[in-house]
């Protein structure tokens, strides 16, 4: 009987490790992640992607990241929705540092919590490395991470993010990751 059971859960554990799998590979080669402005018309499904409970204390909620972009327009603070097809399944504020060395600083970067671990973090992420190598305005993406926050640290050091030694005396429990953009061909 206890065999039948584990059977069982092994067998609902390989169909769900395969369906995310599936799903991670989908998002990654058929580029079905696309980036869309906050506007009347998704502002509200926007303010309701939310961290997990255990995300809540490290990072901002929907609403909170649309603040955010308010409070630092003079920063060119740009709110973007995340969404894979139809659905919005995430959002990212990124904004200029232009004190040396300047960068484009990734204020915000969360992944719905119904939504995370399907794989649409890592194609969303590599799609704004892209896009913004490509503008260049600045030679790099600087991030900061609640120390505490092991998830979100894997996910940027797997997505070419280097961490460095720079403490920022205002917020000294995060930690620093860069993302230099790599010569042009
Ligand atoms: C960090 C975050 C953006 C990752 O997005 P995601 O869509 O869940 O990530 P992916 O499915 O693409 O996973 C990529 C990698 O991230 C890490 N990771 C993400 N979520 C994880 C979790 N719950 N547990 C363990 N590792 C996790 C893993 O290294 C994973 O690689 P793996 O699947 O090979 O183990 C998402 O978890 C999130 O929004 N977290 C809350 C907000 C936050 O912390 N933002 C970063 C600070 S700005």
């Known amino acids: 009987m206890a065999r039948v059971k584990y ?29 869309h402005d906050i506007t009347e018309y998704n502002w509200r499904i926007a303010s309701n ?32 929705a995340i969404y894979a097809d139809a659905e919005m399944v995430g959002l990212m504020l990124v904004e200029d540092l232009i004190e040396e060395p300047s960068c484009y600083h ?20 590599k799609r704004l490395q892209d896009s913004l190598a ?8 600087e991030v900061c991470v609640h120390r505490d926050n092991k998830n979100a640290r894997a996910f940027y050091d797997k997505s070419g993010f280097v961490e460095n030694d720079f403490i920022d005396e ?16």
């Open 106 to 125: 990734l204020h915000e970067f969360l992944i719905d919590r119904n939504q995370q671990k399907k794989g649409y973090g890592t194609a969303a992420i």
């Open 170 to 185: 205002s917020c000294p429990w995060n930690v620093m990751y860069v993302y230099t953009f790599p010569e042009r061909a």
């Open 49 to 80: 992607i939310k961290p997990s409970e255990e995300q809540k204390n490290s990072v901002a909620d929907g609403l909170g990241i649309i603040a955010l972009a308010y409070v630092n327009r003079d920063k060119n603070a740009q709110c973007w």
């Open 134 to 141: 490509n503008e260049r305005k600045f030679p790099r993406i």
């Open 7 to 35: 059977f069982k859960q092994w067998k609902i554990d390989t169909v769900y490790t395969l369906g995310n799998i599936i799903l991670t590979m989908r998002s990654i080669i058929m580029g079905c992640i696309t980036f």
